[in-house]
């Protein structure tokens, strides 16, 4: 995980990392309220990698965090040993926070972060940089989408690297890119299953062929509707017929690099709306063959 994404975790749940005790008529027994946001706090602090024995001495409180109500009676050590853990975590993350924030400086809306696969030697990770920043050119650099591909930095401690692509429309048209790859992986898998029920029933040859080619041009119309999203994203006339190969040609590059473990993020600055384009594959697509080579090539040059 990113440092820039674990602080962004840490300052979103520190002011849940708190209980609500109240004292009951028995002196043994207090009621604790208002924990269930705590709890979650702890765990997604914990989801990140760090402060993991303050997270671990948090959950395991068992006899409370694993209460479905929203409030619980219990004894009176265990309560207080759940705020003292409470405690020592918020102490330790507001310490990270502090820390993290002087390194990482403002996140800007145009850097997206990209992780090089991993198990790659150096000659591999050269490889990998040469072919990334060469299709993020092919398809973002031009007088529509006004992208540029500079090398921010490196984030500390992890595989990540930051890289500038110069406008916020371009910054679109990679998410859009990124989609469309996701997409089709798993429009492909639908489609596949689909045919493998036809071909389970028996049919004619004639009519297996007609549902073959309707399937087909069912595949080919999603990857030109994605395709016209990632167009739309950059501004890109119908006119732009060079443009828009070079986007069709980048996409394919970009899927087998996606394939190979590259993960694409983008600024945590960005609004919900923009970073939602740019979804993580499941692991189960990974195996796929890569799209047609003709899929999607015919082009409408009018107007």
């Known amino acids: 995980m990113r440092l820039r994404e674990i602080h962004s975790i840490l300052v979103s749940t520190f002011d849940d990392l708190q209980v609500e005790l109240t004292a009951q008529t028995s002196k043994n027994n207090m009621r604790v309220s208002k924990f269930h946001r705590a709890i979650d706090g702890t765990r997604l602090i914990l ?41 020592q975590l918020k102490q330790k993350a507001a310490l990270l926070i502090e820390a993290l924030g002087s390194v990482l400086g403002p996140d800007e809306k145009d850097v997206v972060a990209i992780k090089i696969p991993e198990h790659l030697d150096l000659d591999g990770v050269a490889k990998v940089l040469k072919d990334l920043d060469g299709l993020l050119a092919q398809a973002l650099v031009n007088d529509y989408v006004k992208g540029q591909v500079s090398l921010k930095g490196f984030d500390r401690g992890s595989e990540w690297i930051m890289i500038a692509l110069g406008s916020l429309a371009a ?26 029920v036809v071909r389970g029933m028996k049919i004619k040859n004639d009519s297996l062929e007609d549902i073959e080619q309707a399937l087909k041009e069912e595949l080919d119309l999603h990857l030109q509707t994605e395709l016209e999203s990632a167009f739309k994203a950059g501004k890109l006339p119908k006119k732009a017929n060079e443009e828009r190969e070079r986007i069709k040609h980048s996409v394919r590059e970009l899927g087998e690099l996606l394939r190979r473990g590259l993960e694409v993020q983008p600024s945590l600055a960005l609004p919900k709306q ?16 890569a799209l047609p080579e003709k899929a999607g090539e015919e082009e409408d040059e009018s107007e």
């Open 47 to 87: 989801s990140a990698g760090v402060l993991q024995e303050e997270c671990k001495a948090v959950l395991d409180r068992k006899e409370i965090t694993d209460h479905a109500r929203s409030s619980v009676v219990t004894d009176a050590s265990s309560a207080s040993k759940l705020q003292s853990s409470l405690n």
């Open 274 to 289: 923009s970073q939602v384009l740019f979804p993580q594959l499941p692991g189960y697509l990974k195996e796929l063959p």
């Open 171 to 196: 910054v679109h048209v990679l998410g859009h890119m990124v989609r469309l790859h996701f997409s089709m992986e798993e429009k492909r898998l639908d489609i596949e299953a689909r045919r493998e």
